[in-house]
């Protein structure tokens, strides 16, 4: 039996908790590849997860954390030898299947990339899944919306860990990009360090309840959801995309139908939990190429593992910035 420390929720009559503590390998379930983790990252699901917060976990007991980086220790899967350096995200892992925030992993080999050049495995897991959405939302982009030249891209949420990525992508993929954050002024400098063109107040999107704006933007990568996505579509030019992959600010969505029929824009989900294998690889091709290792190195911070649930809180009480991630061997 193997013994090692990572974070548990356990249920309780009012909710769940999550806890610190030496596990043993018999709480792992069985799938067919075991990694030794080396970094996790506390994300927005991390977070509600941490802190008691309902939506996320499907199960109890359960490790939390949806990204997970490290070492195969062994695999049954074809793919994969001991020694790999591999990274996951989401595939179910921290809502219904054992996370990253513990010392040892059990997954599905068919889910797992390998840590692609140029970055390390901290740096891989510094992209995790919010990396990886941020990826995902410029490929729908690509397939679906405006061209680089064609207009500038919108995007909300961009002092976070999906925005600030994304900012950064699309300006290396030759996107004139507009920044919107509730904290303009304070994250100015690095925003624009990213690519931004322009970083603008979120309450420039307020649009008063009106369901058409002025139309400024050819595409949007929205990160939060809520007044705030109504406000960004309520802008787009016609015929213009938007991609919609968070809820921070709210899973309600407040508008309507006229800036779908009256300018014909498209709004695309992006979903990271269940995405095939080619798309996962697509996706970290794309990182690779356009996410430049010194940026990304420059939103980010790591914390030990017995710090999560500070990181925790602060993000869920919006102090949070860039992307934290949680190096597990240190404790």
């Not at 997860?49 to 949806?66: S, Y």
């Not at 080999?109 to 992209?127: C, R």
């Not at 794309?286 to 996410?291: E, G, N, Q, R, S």
Request: hydrophobic share 45%.
């Amino acid at each position: 039996m193997t013994t090692f420390t990572g974070w548990i929720t356990h249920e309780l009559p009012d909710g769940h908790r999550a806890a610190l503590e030496e596990l043993d390998d018999g709480v792992l379930d069985d799938r067919d590849t075991t990694l030794r983790v080396h970094y996790s990252s506390v994300n927005y699901k991390d977070a509600l997860a941490l802190q008691g917060r309902p939506g996320v976990i499907r199960r109890h007991p359960l490790v939390p954390g949806i990204d997970v980086t490290g070492e195969v220790l062994t695999s049954r899967n074809h793919r994969w030898r001991p020694g790999d350096l591999v990274t996951l995200n989401g595939a179910g892992l921290g809502e219904d299947r054992h996370g990253g925030l513990a010392g040892l992993a059990a997954v599905d080999g068919e889910d797992l990339v390998p840590v692609p050049d140029p970055f390390t495995p901290a740096q891989a897991a510094a992209v995790g899944t919010a990396g990886f959405t941020a990826a995902l939302s410029l490929l729908a982009l690509e397939r679906h919306g405006p061209a680089p030249g064609h207009g500038p891209v919108l995007v909300t949420g961009a002092g976070g860990g999906v925005g600030s990525i994304a900012v950064a992508l699309l300006a290396r993929a030759g996107y004139e990009v507009i920044a919107a954050t509730g904290r303009p002024e304070l994250l100015h400098e690095r925003l624009t360090a990213l690519g931004a063109a322009r970083v603008v107040d979120r309450a420039e999107l307020d649009t008063k309840g009106r369901p058409l704006a002025k139309q400024r933007w050819a595409g949007v990568v929205d990160a939060v959801g809520g007044p705030l996505l109504a406000g960004a579509l309520a802008g787009l030019r016609h015929s213009g995309t938007a991609t919609t992959c968070g809820l921070a600010a709210s899973a309600e969505f407040p508008g309507n139908v006229l800036p779908f029929i009256l300018r014909g824009v498209s709004l695309i989900g992006i979903d990271s939990v269940r995405t095939p294998r080619e798309r996962r690889e697509a996706a970290w091709q794309l990182l690779a190429h356009h996410l430049d290792p010194a940026l990304l190195d420059s939103v980010t911070r790591t914390i030990p593992l017995a710090a999560v649930q500070e990181a925790a809180a602060d993000m869920l009480a919006g102090r949070g910035t860039g992307r934290v991630v949680v190096d597990v061997r240190a404790h």
